[in-house]
């Protein structure tokens, strides 16, 4: 099984120390006394891009060669690894093309072009956006950064596994936001060889949930990509995927699904309780304890993952709505 190693993530630190925010973990009181053991919070919202992709993205982008770095990098994105590359090819002289769907949110697309990468909207998922990265790759010479499917990218988000065990040692359980798996992937594997013991959950939205569908049909396999307030976990794994499906198969103990509704109201908890601004993907794990679908037994912590809601989105779901559909 082809994975990354703790030397990998150990050395993915050292080289992206001073370009990435070292995020504090908190104790939640609110969520401590709702599941009856210490909760904490990881606080990777507050990350530079806000959200944790910048480890992944900057940890790659250090390693292109020279002739790499000329041709520029190219990527698919729902929005946050988008930015995260944005920023670390800006921070280094380096051209930068971002593939995306129309499902993409407005302000996430806005903040990438603000960083002075290109955008190309592509088709409505990002199966259809990677057609166009497929074709820059062979046609212009161009280096693809996948959002999660590369071993560099998967030991930069394998980081936030390091800080975790460090910070909270006698952690039992980490709930983690899950898409194509890189950052989930990364921490499972810093976190278990640290703790062979630690629990590791994966936490998704019901719609479109495309590594649970594979990990279901015991292969990789496409899904149709539907609107969430979950969007950046939107997005199918790759058929040809390579690094993260066998790693989450075989190191992730569970996956939790949650509805539109519940990961509303981790949103809210979220800002009401904790006094944070975090976007639906961020909200999985809060969202898991409350719903009670995660029944805790030990110190547990929950990953918040990115901050990149649409802020008028973020006041409609504090004022009460439970989707997408209630926000038009």
């Known amino acids: 099984m082809p994975h990354v190693t703790l030397s990998e993530i150990e050395e993915a630190a050292r080289r992206i120390a001073g370009r990435v925010r070292r995020t504090p973990v908190d104790l939640s009181p609110s969520l401590s006394a709702l599941a ?39 990527a698919t994105s729902t929005g946050n690894h988008g930015r995260a590359l944005a920023h670390a090819a800006a921070a280094e002289g380096v051209r930068c093309i971002v593939c995306m769907s129309s499902l993409v949110p407005a302000n996430k697309l806005e903040a990438i072009k603000a960083l002075g990468a290109e955008i190309r909207i592509i088709g409505r998922s990002q199966d259809e956006a990677q057609i166009e990265v497929e074709r820059l790759i062979a046609e212009d010479g161009m280096t ?9 990218i998967v030991a930069g988000q394998g980081t936030i596994g390091l800080e975790i065990v460090e910070d909270v040692p006698d952690a039992a359980t ?23 013991d630690i629990r590791i959950l994966g936490l998704s939205m019901r719609s479109g949930a495309a590594m649970a569908a594979s990990l279901d049909a015991g292969h ?62 961020a909200a999985v794990g809060v969202a898991a304890l409350l719903a009670g679908k995660v029944a805790p037994t030990g110190p547990t912590v929950a990953l918040l993952s990115g901050r990149n809601i649409a802020m008028e989105l973020h006041r409609r779901i504090i004022n009460g709505a439970d989707g997408l559909e209630e926000t038009d």
């Not at 693809?144 to 560099?152: I, R, S």
């Not at 709930?175 to 798996?181: F, K």
């Not at 058929?239 to 809210?268: C, K, P, Q, S, Y």
């Open 174 to 196: 980490v709930l983690v936001p899950l898409s194509g798996g890189g950052l989930i992937a990364g921490i499972a594997v810093a976190a278990k060889t640290l703790r062979p």
């Open 144 to 152: 693809g950064l996948p959002p999660f499917d590369h071993p560099h």
């Open 36 to 74: 009856g053991v210490p909760v904490f919070l990881k606080h990777e919202h507050r990350q530079i891009t806000g959200a944790f992709k910048l480890r992944g993205a900057t940890n790659a982008l250090l390693q292109l060669s020279p002739d790499e770095r000329a041709k520029g990098v190219v």
């Open 220 to 281: 990789p396999v496409e899904v149709e990509e539907l609107p969430t307030l979950a969007d950046s976990l939107g997005g199918g794994i790759g058929l040809a995927n390579a690094w993260t499906f066998e790693t989450v198969r075989a190191l992730v103990d569970d996956i939790v699904l949650l509805d539109e509704a519940e990961i509303a109201a981790g949103i809210r908890h979220v800002y009401e309780m904790e006094r944070e601004i975090v976007e639906g993907a």
